[in-house]
Every structure is written in C-alpha cells, then in structure tokens.
C-alpha cells in the first residue's frame, strides 16, 4: 500500500483556518486520496476525497498538489466540534480484493483551542 | 443521511464464549466491512462482503467468522472469545466503487 505522512499533532484557534497537509510522494495513478476524522469514542467519519483536481463539499475542501505527492485538507473555520484525529488515506478503488479496506495510520490530533 | 448502527456499544464476555456483532445498515450499500482498532495499531480489516453471501478475508480474520444473509445485516462471529479479542470492533459500509465507507458507532468488547 502506498504510505501517507501526517504530522502527529496540530493546534488551531475557533474560527480560524486549519490547514492539515499531508505526503504521499509513492501515490499512484489511480489511487484516490480519501480523508477521514475520528471524534473521541465515535466511529470514523468520511470528510472529503479526490483524484487531481481540488473538491469542496459543506464539511471542508481538499487541495492536491499538482505531482499529486501531497494535499491538503482545509476546515475553512475551526470550530470545537472538528478536533478529532483526521487520517489521510490512499485508496485504489479501480480493482477489488483487499483494495476495498481503508488502511488507517496515525494521524493528525487536531486540537481547537476556544 | 446514511445511517451504520451496531448492536451494542459496550460488551462484556467470558474466554471461550460465542460471540455475536450485529451491524444494520440502511442505505441498500453492496460493501460492508468488519475493523477493529487497537492503540498503536490503527483501524485493521477483519473481514468484508460485498454482496450477500459473499465474504472476503481481509488482514487478521483468524479466530472470526462473518455471516451476510441479507444485503442490510453483517455479523461479525467470534466461535471462542478471547482475551486478545478484548478491542473496538468497528462496522462500515459503502455503495460500490463509490469510494466513501460510512462507519458505525463501534462497540468495544472486553474478553475477561
């Protein structure tokens, strides 16, 4: 599986921006970059994906590198309710088999400061 | 919205008793999926379906059996608990090829 780098740990302030990066510098061409969050003692929860270009849905928006070996998930306004472990997924989807699971790393703790 | 519901939050059995996850799903999705996660180890793949009666292994299905006799339930069947079972199992589903699994709420079982 080709692997994502996140940092371990970031702090926002409510209201402001975050911006969570992401490496994934062995991605290939069909792999989807797939972000999910895992609130405290919930289940994870699909955020957002893509394949080159940017996408924006009502929960955040994900920026792709041109090379496509890193993006970005940007929370437009930080709020209490977003600080969770986000993780950064590849996904091929274009074949099945074991390409089906999700493979989770660590992540990033996102803690928002009131 | 979709919605992924699991049968219990939290449950407690003894080593060596036959154990019994359900998980629901309501939105008529082909692919479901067994995890459970672990500190330091992250969400791993049990065992998925994607279509009634149809299973796949997925990365640790020893001591697992699953059961997938209507496209909304998959059950997840431990034949003889034990303690390194002691996890949060966690249920997902998906529509095909779509790309978004949707998770439940996870139940986390302790085997004492």
């Known amino acids: 599986d080709a692997k994502t780098t996140q940092p371990n740990s970031m702090e926002s302030n409510e209201e402001e921006p975050v911006h969570l990066p992401c490496n994934h510098s062995?991605?290939?061409?069909?792999?989807?970059i797939h972000w999910y969050r895992q609130l405290p003692s919930q289940g994870p929860e699909y955020v957002i994906h893509?394949?080159?270009s940017n996408v924006n849905n009502r929960m955040a928006s994900l920026a792709i590198a041109e090379d496509r070996k890193s993006s970005t998930l940007i929370l437009h306004r930080a709020t209490l309710r977003d600080a969770a472990v986000y993780y950064c997924i590849l996904r091929d989807v274009g074949s099945g088999g074991s390409n089906y699971k999700l493979t989770f790393g660590k992540g990033t703790l996102l803690t928002v400061n009131p | 919205d979709v919605k992924v519901t699991q049968s219990s939050r939290y449950l407690v059995k003894r080593t060596g008793e036959k154990v019994f996850l359900e998980c629901v799903q309501d939105?008529?999705?082909?692919?479901m999926f067994w995890y459970r996660q672990d500190p330091g180890l992250g969400l791993r793949l049990i065992y998925f379906s994607y279509d009634v009666k149809m299973k796949e292994k997925g990365d640790i299905p020893e001591g697992y059996s699953v059961s997938r006799e209507k496209k909304e339930r998959f059950s997840l069947i431990l034949e003889s608990a034990s303690t390194n079972q002691t996890s949060m199992y966690l249920c997902?589903?998906?529509?095909?090829?779509?790309?978004?699994?949707?998770f439940g709420p996870g139940t986390r079982l302790t085997v004492t």
């Open positions: 939105m008529d999705h082909e692919n």
């Open positions: 893509g394949l080159t």
């Open positions: 997902a589903s998906e529509i095909a090829v779509r790309g978004e699994q949707y």
């Open positions: 062995t991605i290939s061409g069909t792999d989807y």
